[in-house]
């Protein structure tokens, strides 16, 4: 790797802090949090997907649903450039407070899930 995407990826060294990135069947989640944006403006949950050091770009899909398990809103992230990813999640529909889950899935096209999370949270 040249040293200049080692010095805005450096994740990706394997001879930094001793990451090493792993094949697409050893990937996993380091983290899933959700955390709800309390102001005045409308109902969003930050979502912060953390994965382990990658030889190959993986692909995420989290699903934020409602109290019933109903689907409230999804993103997809193809190909991320980094391990930790960090993004907004709008909430719509009539829920606005009370139980949430976030379900998280780290993949690769054409083989099984490398790893599912799921956590729950309240607003």
Known sequence: ??????????????????????????????ELKAEPVLDNGPTRVRVYVEVTAFQKRPYLEVVLADAHGDEITSASVIEPMSRKNVFTMHLRGPQKTGKFSLRARLFYPEQPDSDVREIEFEI
Do not use: W
């Not at 060294?13 to 697409?24: F, S, Y």
């Open 1 to 30: 790797m040249s040293d200049d995407l080692e010095f805005f990826f450096p994740e990706l060294n394997p001879a930094e802090n001793g990451v090493v990135p792993l094949p697409a069947e050893e990937m996993r989640f380091t």
